[in-house]
């Protein structure tokens, strides 16, 4: 399949060329080949993009509720009828099976978007306090986003269409690895009718683009998911304006399993939810604590559901598993199972290399690691690729200290048959999601972390409320 505009930005409502000449090749991570050519973008790019986001502000500021939400609409209406492409874009650029592609990575695309337009119907943008004051709630400005390559669609989603629905103007940067469903999203916002410079795509680097952006003195806000690494130096690099920056970061989620769960259900579900999206999820379990009286019990039923997985081509419909999206991911994959090993992991399933019949490729062999003790670097380092760690605990105290024991806290699983004792330790697990019995949180269900996972929410109202500023207005 070729892809238009691989070689253009999307800067005031047109595709336009590049001001430089920079290229790189977008691979396959199935094939290890590329299938597409990108234009990469420079400070004299972003200075476009930001020149038409600000120019096109005062107008799509003082928009109505009305007329945002019939824009959200129609954008949700072209999303829908091009649903397909997306879900093959992302299977070929990330490596994501084309049935997961469909089922999640793509319909991510549809939930989110009707969660941001209930939540914009609903929203209180005027109220009048108990002291007689006005308080108005108003679009912060032009708005900078960057987003990572796991979740190319999920992500874009959850900073566009908020940032739209608030009436903020934007660039969006998103990874250079996975590119297409950007250009397709740029495509279907002006199919839509995106008022010209309100929504504008710029590809790069992000020591370059990423920072371009987040030095901008016209861009009021940055908007940025990806490594807590990445997360520091968008930080860094938008101190000296004193902008507003939110980051959804890294994590190092602990899911806890009592004996009083459903252990063999609940062990099986917490290792399919740790390999799934081949473990590229920021969010994904990829701490299990057991408690010790079925620890052995959970072992075994770890090692079945592990072995259970298969890995597959992309293109290939089913539940498996595809490959790693980069070369980058693949030795880093690698590096973190032989430090494993160094550290005296006990191996119970997968290990190093790919798995059986792939010589191309970044396939990876799904792994868990039983004994590990929360101080190895394989408990505490994120890993992001499909391998588990299991850790034994004693009392529910133990288990809470074990889970905060991190510097991370995005998301956490806890499963019990006891809700007395799940509110009572979900209340003191500090990440930002607590997912309970299997269950997963509700698109418009805020997103977001503590600690180094990160600053703010994404999703809903309060995913709304990251884009506007707050102004009182005295009593008259």
Same mark, same amino acid.
């Given at each position: 399949?070729?892809?238009?505009?691989?070689? !253009?930005?999307y800067?005031?409502?047109?595709?336009?060329?590049?001001?430089?000449?920079?290229? *790189?090749?977008?691979?396959?991570?199935?094939?290890?080949?590329?299938?597409?050519?990108?234009?990469?973008g420079?400070?004299?790019?972003?200075?476009?993009?930001?020149?038409?986001?600000?120019?096109?502000?005062?107008a799509?500021?003082?928009?109505?509720?009305? @007329?945002r &939400?019939?824009?959200?609409?129609?954008?949700?209406?072209?999303?829908?009828?091009?649903?397909?492409e997306?879900?093959?874009?992302?299977?070929?650029?990330?490596?994501?099976?084309?049935?997961?592609?469909r089922d999640?990575?793509?319909?991510?695309?549809?939930?989110?978007?009707?969660?941001?337009?209930?939540?914009?119907?609903?929203?209180?943008?005027?109220?009048? &306090?108990?002291?007689?004051?006005?308080?108005?709630?108003g679009?912060?400005?032009v708005? =900078?986003?960057i987003?990572?390559w796991?979740?190319?669609?999920?992500? *874009?989603?959850?900073?566009?269409?908020?940032? &739209?629905?608030?009436?903020?103007?934007?660039?969006?940067?998103?990874?250079?690895?996975?590119?297409?469903?950007?250009?397709? $999203? !740029?495509?279907?916002l002006h @199919?839509?009718?995106?008022?010209?410079?309100v929504?504008?795509?710029?590809?790069? @680097?992000?020591?370059?683009?990423?920072?371009?952006?987040s030095?901008?003195?016209?861009?009021?806000?940055?908007?940025?998911?990806?490594s807590?690494r990445?997360?520091? !130096?968008?930080?860094?690099?938008?101190a000296?304006?004193?902008?507003?920056?939110?980051?959804?970061?890294?994590?190092?989620?602990?899911?806890?399993i009592?004996?009083?769960?459903?252990?063999?259900?609940?062990?099986?579900?917490?290792v399919?939810?740790?390999? =799934?999206?081949? =473990?590229?999820s920021?969010d994904?379990?990829?701490?299990?604590?057991?408690?010790?009286?079925? $620890?052995? #019990?959970?072992?075994d039923v770890?090692?079945?559901?592990?072995?259970? *997985?298969?890995?597959?081509a992309?293109?290939?419909?089913?539940d498996h598993?595809?490959?790693?999206t980069?070369?980058?991911?693949?030795?880093?994959?690698?590096?973190?199972? #032989?430090?494993?090993?160094d550290?005296?992991?006990?191996?119970?399933?997968? %290990?190093?290399?790919?798995p059986?019949?792939?010589d191309?490729? $970044? +396939?990876?062999?799904?792994?868990?690691?039983?004994?590990?003790?929360?101080?190895?670097?394989?408990?505490?380092?994120?890993?992001?690729?499909?391998v588990?760690?299991?850790?034994?605990f004693?009392?529910e105290?133990?288990?809470?200290?074990?889970?905060?024991?991190t510097?991370? %806290?995005?998301?956490s +699983?806890?499963?019990?048959?006891?809700?007395?004792?799940?509110?009572r330790?979900?209340?003191?697990?500090?990440?930002?999601?607590?997912?309970?019995?299997?269950?997963?949180?509700?698109?418009?269900?805020?997103?977001?972390?503590?600690?180094?996972?990160?600053?703010?929410?994404?999703?809903?109202?309060? %995913?709304?409320?990251?884009?506007?500023?707050?102004?009182?207005?005295? !009593? $008259?």
């Amino acid at each position: 399949m070729t892809y238009s505009h691989t070689d !253009a930005f999307y800067i005031d409502g047109a595709w336009v060329s590049p001001l430089g000449s920079n290229v *790189i090749d977008v691979i396959d991570p199935a094939t290890e080949a590329p299938f597409a050519q990108l234009a990469m973008g420079s400070q004299s790019d972003v200075d476009r993009a930001a020149a038409a986001a600000k120019a096109a502000f005062p107008a799509w500021s003082q928009t109505s509720r009305e @007329e945002r &939400l019939a824009v959200n609409s129609r954008i949700l209406d072209v999303y829908k009828r091009r649903f397909e492409e997306f879900a093959q874009a992302i299977s070929t650029e990330m490596g994501a099976p084309i049935s997961f592609s469909r089922d999640e990575q793509a319909a991510v695309g549809v939930s989110h978007l009707e969660a941001v337009i209930d939540a914009l119907k609903d929203f209180t943008f005027e109220e009048i &306090l108990e002291n007689g004051d006005l308080l108005v709630r108003g679009p912060i400005g032009v708005c =900078g986003l960057i987003t990572p390559w796991n979740w190319p669609v999920n992500q *874009i989603v959850l900073k566009v269409i908020p940032a &739209l629905a608030a009436g903020c103007t934007m660039v969006l940067k998103p990874s250079e690895l996975t590119p297409i469903s950007a250009i397709l $999203y !740029a495509e279907v916002l002006h @199919e839509a009718g995106v008022p010209a410079g309100v929504f504008n795509l710029v590809h790069g @680097e992000g020591p370059v683009v990423g920072a371009a952006l987040s030095r901008h003195p016209d861009i009021a806000m940055m908007s940025f998911t990806g490594s807590t690494r990445g997360g520091v !130096a968008v930080t860094h690099d938008s101190a000296d304006l004193v902008k507003r920056v939110a980051l959804e970061l890294g994590g190092k989620s602990a899911n806890l399993i009592f004996a009083d769960a459903d252990v063999d259900a609940m062990v099986t579900a917490g290792v399919q939810m740790c390999m =799934g999206n081949t =473990g590229q999820s920021c969010d994904a379990p990829t701490r299990m604590l057991v408690e010790r009286s079925v $620890y052995d #019990q959970a072992v075994d039923v770890a090692i079945k559901a592990c072995n259970a *997985i298969t890995v597959g081509a992309p293109d290939q419909e089913g539940d498996h598993i595809g490959p790693l999206t980069s070369q980058m991911q693949f030795d880093k994959v690698q590096a973190m199972i #032989q430090m494993a090993l160094d550290e005296g992991a006990r191996l119970i399933a997968g %290990g190093l290399g790919r798995p059986e019949g792939f010589d191309t490729g $970044y +396939y990876v062999r799904p792994t868990v690691f039983a004994d590990i003790h929360n101080d190895m670097r394989i408990a505490r380092e994120e890993v992001f690729g499909p391998v588990l760690v299991m850790i034994p605990f004693d009392t529910e105290e133990d288990a809470i200290r074990i889970a905060n024991d991190t510097p991370y %806290g995005l998301s956490s +699983y806890l499963s019990s048959g006891d809700p007395d004792r799940i509110r009572r330790v979900a209340l003191r697990l500090e990440a930002g999601n607590v997912n309970v019995n299997g269950g997963y949180i509700a698109a418009g269900s805020p997103f977001g972390g503590y600690k180094q996972s990160g600053i703010g929410r994404e999703g809903g109202e309060l %995913g709304l409320e990251e884009f506007l500023e707050a102004k009182a207005i005295s !009593a $008259y």
